[in-house]
């Protein structure tokens, strides 16, 4: 059975760092595109950041591109979202996302989401 785990969520103050990270179990990711989505209240999920299997490609959401950093360690079937420079609209559970062979399409492997409070 296939589990993605996030953890590193948590509160935070506007200007501040958090560190993402996503551990997946039942099935080996390293040749799949990984990523993260986010859903704040009352808003549809969408899309952050994606890296490919090899690593070499990413992607990014306009709005957290030169803040947010997708990176991963296939060794450990983990993937990492490093958070920058937050601001109050970066609030919301982000989930991890994995099992696409394309950047810009979700695969069909979710996790249960982390939240993320950035206070202003």
């Known amino acids: 059975q296939v589990q993605l785990v996030e953890s590193g969520g948590g509160l935070v103050q506007a200007g501040g760092s958090l560190r993402l990270s996503c551990a997946a179990t039942?099935?080996?990711?390293?040749?799949?595109?990984k990523g993260w989505f986010r859903q704040a209240p009352g808003k549809e999920r969408e899309f952050v950041a994606a890296i490919s299997g090899g690593g070499v490609g990413t992607y990014y959401a306009d709005s957290v591109k030169g803040r947010f950093t997708i990176s991963r360690d296939n060794a450990k079937n983990t993937w990492y979202l490093q958070m920058n420079s937050l601001k109050p609209e970066d609030t919301a559970v982000y989930y991890c996302?994995?099992?696409?062979?394309?950047?810009?399409?979700?695969?069909?492997?979710w996790g249960q989401g982390t939240q993320v409070i950035v206070s202003s």
């Open positions: 996302n994995a099992g696409s062979r394309s950047l810009v399409v979700a695969g069909p492997y």
């Open positions: 039942g099935r080996d990711f390293s040749s799949y595109a």
